[in-house]
Every structure is written in structure tokens, then in C-alpha cells.
């Protein structure tokens, strides 16, 4: 009757991994948490008491793989991690204008990228999930996105591309033209 526990660390990959695990970086491995095959334990540098993992502590990371700092996850720190993709899925956003704007941003990236995975640089469902907010995603979240890919040469074309510098400034305020220029 142990209960289970999870510890959540959002975008782990933000920080040194390495060093903000130190030795605990090897007592997370299954076999040598408290339990395991061959359990292992430090003492504590403050207080001198023995720490090991429990077993029934389950350690959750977050990063969005877009990020280019994923390439600081270090390999001892890859092989101690199960590494789980969650792709945007389209049906998760509502029918109607969300889900026209998500299928718009995913041909636009599809025809924009260099040799990146479609997933690595989709933009993730949860933007388009609240259509009742649709308008201020995109304009401070989902435009600038696409704008910051673009300045860091991830994609070819800004999203303001082929657009009048007249309508490219309502294409800042407002997704339509945006959607109707790229609908599938």
C-alpha cells in the first residue's frame, strides 16, 4: 500500500541537469533507487544523513524539443530518462476558426522548414484549445513564434511573407488573412 509519488519539473532542459542533480543523478536509475537491485545511497553534505530515491518517486521533465537548448541534456542524464514525444494534435483544437488556423500554421511550417521534423516545429494544440482567446494567441504567442523561427533561420519565410505591407499589419492584429492565404 505505498502510495506513488511525481515530482514535475517543468522545461528540465532549461537548466544544467548535470549539475542540478549532482550524485543524485545516479540514484535515480531504477536498480539503484531504494528497492532495487542494487541500491545505492549518499550521505547528505549538511545534515550527514543517508539519502537514497525511493522507488515509488516518479521524476517527470518537460521541454519542447524546438528549443535548441534540448542539446544540453546531457547522455548521462538521456540514459536515466524515458523520453516520450506528444506531437500538436489537430483534433484536440475545436472546430471552426482554432482548428483552420492550426491546420494554416502546420502547412505553413511544412512548406517553410529546412531539414526539421514538422513536429519539432509545430506549434503545440494547446494554443489553439481556447477559441474564445484564438485572437490573443495568435498575436502574442503563435505570430511571434513563427517571427522568432524565422529571425533564427529555422524557417525559410516569415509568416509576412507575401503579404501588402498594408496587410501584413492586419495580419498582425488579426489570424484570417493568415488562415485564407495558407487553408488546406
Not at 516545429?121 to 503563435?142: P, T
Amino acid at each position: 500500500n505505498v502510495k506513488n509519488y511525481a515530482l514535475i519539473i517543468d522545461e528540465i532542459n532549461r537548466g544544467n541537469v548535470s549539475k542540478i542533480f549532482g550524485e543524485l543523478i545516479s540514484l535515480l536509475e531504477a536498480d539503484k533507487r531504494d528497492g532495487g537491485d542494487h541500491p545505492l545511497s549518499v550521505i547528505l553534505p549538511y545534515s550527514k544523513e543517508s539519502f537514497s530515491v525511493p522507488s515509488n518517486l516518479y521524476i517527470i521533465g518537460t521541454m519542447n524539443t524546438t528549443d535548441r537548448s534540448v542539446g544540453s541534456i546531457d547522455y548521462a542524464v538521456r540514459r536515466r530518462f524515458a523520453f516520450v514525444t506528444l506531437e500538436a494534435d489537430e483534433s484536440k483544437a475545436p472546430v471552426g476558426d482554432a482548428r483552420e488556423l492550426f491546420k494554416a500554421v502546420k502547412r505553413f511550417l511544412k512548406e517553410s522548414k529546412y531539414d526539421m521534423d514538422i513536429e519539432d516545429l509545430m506549434v503545440g494544440h494547446s494554443y489553439f484549445m481556447d477559441a474564445a482567446n484564438l485572437q490573443m494567441k495568435w498575436q502574442y504567442e503563435i505570430l511571434p513564434l513563427l517571427m522568432e523561427y524565422h529571425k533564427d533561420g529555422i524557417i525559410k519565410q516569415s509568416p509576412l511573407n507575401d503579404f501588402s505591407e498594408e496587410d501584413a499589419k492586419k495580419v498582425k492584429m488579426d489570424y484570417k488573412l493568415f488562415m485564407d492565404k495558407w487553408k488546406v
